[in-house]
């Protein structure tokens, strides 16, 4: 007989094992490949890291609300956004810029050594910290502040996400991204957004632009 804590965890109902399984096949029909990424989102347990009355809808393909203006990111470009991230090999050192309620970096935290998780909300760090440990995830760790200016005093990184949408790339995640990085971020404002692949090289930094996106802004200064 499952525990309580079991039951929390693997879900009942909507959030049940079966209803992620479907997740995965509709994630991979629409381009997701890489196995990892998919084995680490179907075994993530959605549903903690919104609130009670949305845990019916935790794996359904879409963003849902988490509070604070915010939301948990659609699991398709959790998954996308991964992707590009490690599609060079692995990395042992990535920072992320936008903890939310702690759903991606729990994500991120299984596929990569370490995560440096930036958040510009208390509330909600707090909240994301308190997943995490429920989940026995250890390599994450945490800094209040503002997302435009990085984490320079761990730097550099091999890679770097960003889960908002900046008007540009912000010039500190450049400087902080080490030789061979690769930075993933959507850039844009309002309808106009794209996600952009930047990779550091010995000339410089290239970049691609992928798809339209859809993200909330990345705004300025920490918020208690």
């Known amino acids: 007989m499952r525990t309580q804590e079991q039951l929390q965890r693997h879900g009942i109902g909507m959030t049940s094992q079966r209803t ?7 994630l991979y029909e629409e381009g997701l490949s890489n196995p990892s990424v998919l084995e680490v989102i179907r075994r993530t347990p959605r549903h903690l890291f919104v609130d009670e009355a949305l845990a019916h809808r935790a794996y359904e393909d879409t963003a849902l ?3 604070h203006n915010q939301t948990i990111s659609q699991p398709y470009m ?15 050192k990535v920072l992320e810029i936008g903890t939310g309620a702690g759903y991606q970096p729990s994500v991120r935290a299984q596929l990569v050594e ?5 958040e510009r ?3 909600l760090q707090e909240r ?4 995490l440990q429920e989940l026995n995830l250890r390599n994450v760790v945490f800094r209040w502040g503002d997302g435009w200016e990085g984490w320079n005093a761990l730097g550099p990184y091999n890679g770097i996400i960003v889960t908002a949408a900046a008007a540009e790339v912000p010039q500190a995640l450049l400087d902080q991204l080490a030789p061979g990085g690769r930075l993933v971020i959507p850039v844009g404002a309002g309808a106009e ?9 010995e000339q410089g930094f290239t970049r691609h632009v992928l798809d339209d996106v859809r993200f909330v802004p990345l705004l300025n200064g920490p918020l208690a």
């Not at 994301?128 to 997943?131: F, I, T």
């Not at 957004?193 to 090289?201: F, S």
């Open 193 to 201: 957004q794209q996600l952009l692949l930047i990779v550091r090289d």
């Open 65 to 67: 609300p988490i509070g």
């Open 114 to 118: 370490r995560v440096f998780s930036v």
């Open 78 to 92: 959790v998954g996308r956004m991964t992707e590009l991230l490690l599609a060079a090999g692995p990395l042992d």
């Open 121 to 123: 909300i208390q509330a």
């Open 20 to 26: 992620r399984e479907r997740l995965i096949e509709r």
């Open 128 to 131: 994301a910290k308190e997943r």
